[in-house]
């Protein structure tokens, strides 16, 4: 690339960033209504989206929490959800591994699904980046989507006041939930995956709120995993 | 919400603080140690082994009719999954999913 500079990797992360937004806002529109509904206060809803910035981890607390499910299934449940980025993390480390830590930490902060994905993704296509642009790069991504989850969580919860209960916003939860698994069942793992997760949580609904969706997710892991390795070895 | 204030910080504290320990992991304390392939590929299931069980019974038996299965709710839910699918879009599902609930909901009365 000639004339690559940290400033044009910086421009080229903020440009590559912004189509992610047209999905970002509504979900982060969505969370300060769900949460706002119910019952968080907008201090507390606003303390989700700045410490834990990850929407599905997110809706599954406020989900599990309005079930009254114990402090301990809340947490596992939701952490589970953050595990895949384990993987994400691990992603970055031949890119961004050199960088000093604190420039590591703060990475580690905005590793979140689409700065990972559209880092990743520039990083091989353009091997020759220097470690600097790489970092401009990923902070010029990071520069809009970080304040737009934060600031339109903070427009929902003011718009859920303004909107009637005719509209059925109880069931605006599940739609999100299905609108992220759906176009994620990429294999037939994944979709071995998805229906175990689903057929145990039903059979395992009566234990004790939360703990049958634990066990049922962990078997469901498994099965992915497995599938996979079987597919692997016909392949 | 029967959450203490306390307790609702609580979780979103230790799941802030969680979260992004597993994000700073490999970044920050691990290096450039390879994982065992075992673990990358459960890794890889964690989001569609949870969400799916977890929306599964709000889907069957919705809190806002007491638990009873709702026409309504269940094309919207079959709407978002069927356009997911096809389009392979978030934002797509979740439009074609609340717009089968509103007119569902407008249709069935």
Redesign the interface.
Known sequence: MTGSTPKSAYRRGLRDGAPFL??LV?FALLFGVVATE???TPG?TM??NV????G??QF??V????E?AP?FV??S??????????????A???H??AAP?WQ??V???M?VDQTYACSVVEYERRPDMTLAEKLAFFFGLATLILPFWIGFAWVGIYAAAAIPP???L????????????????KSL??VA??????V???LL?WLPSGL??LL???????V??AV??VTERRA | MTFTTAEIWAVIVLLGLGTYLIRFSFLGLIGDRPMPPFVLKLLRYTPVAVLPGMVAPLVLWPGATGGEPDLARGLAALAAFGIGLATRSTIWAMLGGAGMLYAALFALG
């Open positions: 047209i999905v509504p119910a019952g968080l507390q303390g989700f410490l834990v910035i990850a599905a981890a599954t607390a989900s599990l929490m309005q009254g402090l809340v947490l449940t939701a952490l589970a959800v953050n595990l895949r980025m384990a993987m994400y993390s691990a970055l480390v031949p961004l591994g830590l590591r930490a990475v580690a902060y590793n005719a509209f059925a109880d069931f605006a939860m599940p739609i999100a939930f299905i609108a992220i698994i759906a176009p994620s069942l793992a994944h995956a998805a229906l175990t997760s689903v145990a949580a039903l609904a049958g969706l049922a997710a962990g078997c469901a892991m498994a992915g995993a996979e390795t």
